[in-house]
């Protein structure tokens, strides 16, 4: 069992409800789980009754260690690695590089309005093609291949270098244990960014090199509509800088904590869209290893994007390195043995948990150890009031055995989508993004409104400063 010195990451944004305070028939949630009812006008008009009463917080901790003999000390093999450009995204949909090239607008986007939240089609899919119903419909074909998980052969484009000079550093958008994200603008195109700045010595402190080096390495090697867009990376002297597309709507996290906890149809819209993101990183052998509502974001149309692949990795075969959030950790994983693609799955089932319960199922007092013991033991309460389709797919998905967990069996990642709790979700169309969020974040002000993310005391060191830079041959990808 993992001991607390090998944790690395702190979860700090965590007001928690109590398990034992939640009361199946007082849902502390303000969305109720009424089909015909726009969710985004209960979410965003009751703010005030979001608060369970019996809050605590506690603090959720991310750990991240070798253990000797890891494959993860090795060098990765990875297609995008060797190469030493340093930019390394494509267009894609709403997005344009940080220098004003123009990427090839995909219809229906912005400017095309979405339908109004409903999850509606959620429940009754429509039955026609959607022609002219959502603009996103009509942005079928890039995602389109990307459905099932067939990894695409994405051509990389170089699109000259980055630096600080091109961008004006705006508010902080979060922090994280080996950085903190930035909203930036830049000073080609007047378009939004957000740039991860990592702290080359805090990195290599925390013996976070090699995960950082895969960050940027992965990023560069993905293209999903649910995937982060990662423009380029740059390094100073000091510090690591990794060019991103804003994703304006703020975290799940944010979100569930407001509303306690999600009705099964909302949690159930999500869960769907990260089995996508899932399904295309395992079809390309990269495991993602962080599942968590903080690393979830919302787009303005309410669609998630995962970000944050500090952990995510190639592996082919096996790995044993200890990292993720201790909630989330699966139970092969907190006990050393070698683990792959099924930990994702097991953490998604952890995800849909505490969507539908608002809290995590091994979480006990904010201890990691004793939440590692409940891990191992492998207990989990499954109170009534969530659907027993819902239940049924949660008892397959957390299970200590591994030839049971589903996405880790022949079916692969089709087994959870086959499974009666996602009986209704159409996943072509999911996967273009045509089924309406239930949820539209409030982004009123347009572009760079960062109005959605939490505040955060502001970096005061300044950034470029000059100086030895005794770090950078470690990341010389960047
Ligand atoms: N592209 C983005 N657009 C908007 N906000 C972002 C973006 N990427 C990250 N963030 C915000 O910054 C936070 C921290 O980013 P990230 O998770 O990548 O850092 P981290 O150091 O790995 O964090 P942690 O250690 O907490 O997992 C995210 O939780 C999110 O709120
Ligand atoms: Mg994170």
């Known amino acids: 069992m993992p001991t607390l010195g090998f944790l690395k990451k702190k979860r700090t944004r965590e007001e928690k409800t109590d398990p034992s305070s ?18 985004d006008s209960q979410l965003t008009h009751t703010p005030t009754q979001t608060t369970a009463a019996s809050s605590v917080s506690h603090t959720r901790t991310t750990s991240s260690q070798n253990h000797p003999g890891s494959q993860d000390a090795k060098a990765p093999a990875s297609a995008g690695g060797s190469q030493s450009m340093n930019t390394v995204a494509q ?48 942005q079928a074909p890039p995602q389109n291949q990307q459905q099932h998980g067939q990894a695409t052969s994405d051509t990389r484009v170089t699109k000259g270098k980055y630096s600080l000079n091109d961008f004006d550093i705006l508010r902080t958008l979060g922090t994280g244990s080996f950085g903190r994200v930035h909203l ?17 010595a805090q990195v290599v402190k925390m013996k976070q090199v090699e995960h ?5 390495r992965m990023l560069g090697e993905v293209k999903h509509p649910f995937l982060i867009t990662l423009w380029g990376t740059f390094q100073d002297s000091k510090n690591l800088y990794m060019v991103m597309d804003f994703v304006e709507g ?43 509502p903080e690393n979830l974001l919302l787009d303005r149309h309410g669609h998630l994007k995962i970000t944050d692949f500090g952990f995510a990795k190639r592996v082919p075969d096996k790995t044993w390195t200890l990292c993720g959030t201790p909630d989330y950790l699966a139970p092969e994983v907190v006990s050393n043995k070698g ?28 201890s990691p150890m004793k939440i590692y013991e ?75 409104d960062a109005s959605q993310f939490d505040r955060y005391p502001e970096e005061t ?18």
């Open 250 to 292: 703020g975290e799940l996290f944010s979100l569930l904590r407001k509303s306690g906890r999600f009705p099964n149809p909302v949690a159930k819209f999500y869960a769907a869209e990260v089995t996508l993101a899932l399904e295309y990183l395992h079809a390309k052998h990269i495991i993602y290893r962080d599942l968590k």
């Open 22 to 39: 939640s009361q199946p028939t007082s849902p502390v949630t303000p969305i109720t789980p009424t089909i015909s009812q726009s969710f």
């Open 184 to 200: 930036v603008q830049s000073k080609h195109n007047q378009r939004f960014y957000a740039v991860k700045v990592l702290k080359k």
């Open 91 to 138: 267009p894609q949909q709403q997005q344009q590089p940080p220098f004003g090239i123009q990427p090839t607008p995909s219809p229906g986007q912005v400017g095309t309005p979405q339908s109004l939240p409903s999850i509606n089609n959620l429940i009754h899919p429509p039955q026609t093609d959607g022609a002219g119903h959502h603009g996103a419909s009509q």
């Open 374 to 448: 409940n891990i191992l033991r492998g207990k989990v309460k499954y109170p009534q009031y969530v659907h027993p389709d819902a239940q049924d797919l949660l008892e397959r998905l957390i299970t200590h055995d591994l030839t049971k967990r589903l996405g880790n069996l022949y079916g692969g990642s089709q087994d959870v989508k086959n499974h009666p709790w996602f009986a209704e979700v159409t996943w072509d169309r999911l996967s273009r993004k045509d089924i309406d969020a239930p949820y539209t974040p409030p982004v009123k002000a347009g572009a760079g």
């Open 461 to 478: 060191e300044k950034y470029g400063q000059g100086g030895h830079d005794e770090l950078g041959h470690m990341f010389v990808d960047f």
């Open 339 to 366: 683990y792959n693609k099924s930990v994702d799955w097991w953490s998604l089932g952890i995800l849909i948990y505490e969507m539908l319960y608002g809290y995590t199922p091994f979480w006990d007092s904010g």
């Open 212 to 216: 950082t080096n895969d960050e940027r």
